[in-house]
């Protein structure tokens, strides 16, 4: 990792605060701003209205990387795949999933997973390393860069859920100041219920969201049974299920709205009338929202997944106890983009890169 700054790590607020540091004028940062998230010019040598002894002492004093799109498909539904590949050989993926309303990207927040779910793909590799907040905010840039390229400039992000490789309360502070940048509007601007954290359950760190910026909440739950969840996700044995729901409850609110709940369905495991009952007594119904994912096997997975009739009555019998719940629609599965079959792979092969005008690392 560069020991250097990377000037995609700063906020309006906090990149001022750091010319200022360097005796440099602050209305720099508009001028830095605009370039990066209005114009889309990296490339700080056309900063054209940024006096030449203030672009390099700016090189001097942070990096001005792009990482790289090593591969990517789209799959039969047009959801498409990307791996991105960093400066030190590591490499994430990000999925584009479009539909009539919205364009979602769905993003990473670390190299693997420390987590090691047992119905998951990226649980599976273990944690390498967090990602930096450039290299979050940077997935963002890649995908509207691919987007515009590919498809015309009327091609935008619409929305971001933090639901690629990761757990991203694990890398608190850099999906702070990532969100900070997506929310600024001197940044892009995109709108607080655009973005949604979903999390594993990391209790000291949902006890903290009150420092973290306002965005929708997904609790990745998947049973009210401490056993069953225990089996699941082995976190659950630190941080149980009274104790997840006494974090929860603390969360502001006001801010957050409704919390969603993620339910994978797995056959024979969590898909009976009694987890049904016990969903039902945990969750308050005006506060939350379930969100049912078929479980999505991968090569080498050892649960299944349900029948599309057992989905469907899950749900209604939600539904008819109160209970607001829906299915979510598996996309990109064909090529393993769904949902936990997140994995990076290094042998695939490069394809099309975005037209970007900048450095590459
Ligand atoms: N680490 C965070 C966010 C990334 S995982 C979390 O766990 O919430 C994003 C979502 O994908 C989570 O709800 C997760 O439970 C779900 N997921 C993981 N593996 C899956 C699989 N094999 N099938 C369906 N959903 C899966
Ligand atoms: Fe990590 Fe989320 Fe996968 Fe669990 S489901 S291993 S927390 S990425």
Same mark, same amino acid.
């Given at each position: 990792?560069?020991?250097?700054?990377?000037?995609?790590?700063?906020?309006?607020?906090?990149?001022?605060?750091?010319?200022?540091?360097?005796?440099?004028?602050?209305?720099? =940062?508009?001028?830095?701003?605009?370039?990066?998230?209005?114009?889309?010019?990296?490339?700080?040598?056309?900063?054209?209205?940024?006096?030449?002894?203030?672009?390099?002492?700016?090189?001097?004093?942070?990096?001005?990387?792009?990482?790289?799109?090593?591969?990517?498909?789209?799959?039969?539904?047009?959801?498409?795949?990307?791996?991105?590949?960093?400066?030190?050989?590591?490499? #994430?993926?990000?999925?584009?999933?479009?539909?009539?309303?919205?364009?979602?990207?769905?993003?990473?927040?670390?190299?693997?997973? +420390?987590?090691?779910?047992?119905?998951?793909?990226?649980?599976?590799?273990?944690?390498?390393?967090?990602?930096?907040?450039?290299?979050?905010?940077?997935?963002?840039?890649?995908?509207?860069?691919?987007?515009?390229?590919?498809?015309?400039?009327?091609?935008? !992000?619409?929305?971001?859920?933090?639901?690629?490789?990761?757990?991203?309360?694990?890398?608190?502070?850099?999906?702070?100041?990532?969100?900070?940048?997506?929310?600024?509007?001197?940044?892009?601007?995109?709108?607080?219920?655009?973005?949604?954290?979903?999390?594993?359950?990391? =209790?000291?760190? !949902?006890?903290?969201?009150?420092?973290?910026?306002?965005?929708?909440?997904?609790?990745?739950?998947?049973?009210?049974?401490?056993?069953?969840?225990? %089996?699941?996700?082995?976190?659950?044995?630190?941080?149980?299920?009274?104790?997840?729901?006494? +974090?929860?409850?603390?969360?502001?609110?006001?801010?957050?709205?409704?919390?969603?709940?993620?339910?994978?369905?797995?056959?024979?495991?969590?898909?009976?009338?009694?987890?049904?009952?016990?969903? #039902?007594?945990?969750?308050?119904?005006? %506060?939350?929202?379930?969100?049912?994912?078929?479980?999505?096997?991968?090569?080498?997975?050892?649960?299944?997944?349900?029948?599309? +009739?057992?989905?469907?009555?899950?749900?209604?019998?939600?539904?008819?106890?109160?209970?607001?719940?829906?299915?979510? =629609?598996?996309?990109?599965?064909?090529?393993?983009?769904?949902?936990?079959?997140?994995?990076?792979?290094?042998?695939?092969?490069?394809?099309?890169?975005?037209?970007?005008?900048?450095?590459?690392?």
């Amino acid at each position: 990792m560069s020991l250097i700054d990377h000037i995609l790590d700063y906020d309006s607020e906090s990149l001022s605060q750091r010319l200022k540091k360097m005796g440099m004028p602050s209305y720099l =940062v508009n001028q830095i701003f605009d370039w990066i998230y209005c114009k889309r010019i990296f490339d700080i040598d056309q900063w054209s209205n940024i006096s030449l002894t203030n672009r390099e002492k700016l090189k001097s004093e942070f990096s001005f990387s792009i990482p790289k799109i090593v591969w990517n498909s789209t799959s039969k539904d047009g959801t498409t795949k990307f791996l991105i590949g960093f400066k030190d050989g590591h490499q #994430v993926e990000m999925v584009i999933i479009s539909s009539l309303k919205r364009r979602t990207l769905c993003l990473s927040s670390q190299v693997g997973c +420390a987590i090691g779910c047992t119905f998951c793909h990226t649980g599976t590799q273990g944690l390498t390393r967090n990602l930096s907040t450039h290299e979050v905010v940077l997935q963002f840039l890649l995908a509207s860069s691919w987007l515009k390229d590919d498809e015309g400039s009327e091609s935008k !992000i619409s929305n971001i859920v933090y639901m690629g490789m990761g757990e991203p309360l694990h890398n608190f502070e850099n999906m702070k100041m990532a969100t900070k940048i997506f929310l600024d509007p001197k940044g892009l601007g995109l709108g607080q219920r655009r973005i949604t954290l979903s999390t594993s359950g990391l =209790v000291p760190q !949902i006890e903290k969201l009150d420092e973290f910026p306002p965005v929708n909440i997904a609790i990745s739950l998947h049973s009210a049974n401490d056993e069953v969840r225990s %089996e699941l996700m082995p976190l659950n044995r630190a941080y149980d299920i009274k104790r997840l729901f006494q +974090a929860i409850e603390k969360i502001p609110l006001k801010a957050f709205r409704r919390i969603t709940y993620e339910y994978i369905l797995i056959r024979d495991l969590n898909d009976s009338e009694e987890d049904i009952r016990a969903l #039902v007594s945990l969750l308050n119904k005006k %506060e939350s929202k379930v969100n049912i994912i078929p479980f999505n096997e991968f090569p080498g997975s050892r649960f299944k997944k349900p029948a599309d +009739a057992l989905v469907e009555w899950f749900c209604e019998s939600l539904n008819k106890r109160g209970l607001v719940a829906t299915v979510r =629609v598996t996309k990109g599965d064909d090529i393993l983009a769904a949902c936990g079959q997140l994995k990076s792979l290094a042998t695939k092969k490069p394809s099309k890169l975005p037209g970007f005008s900048s450095i590459e690392s």
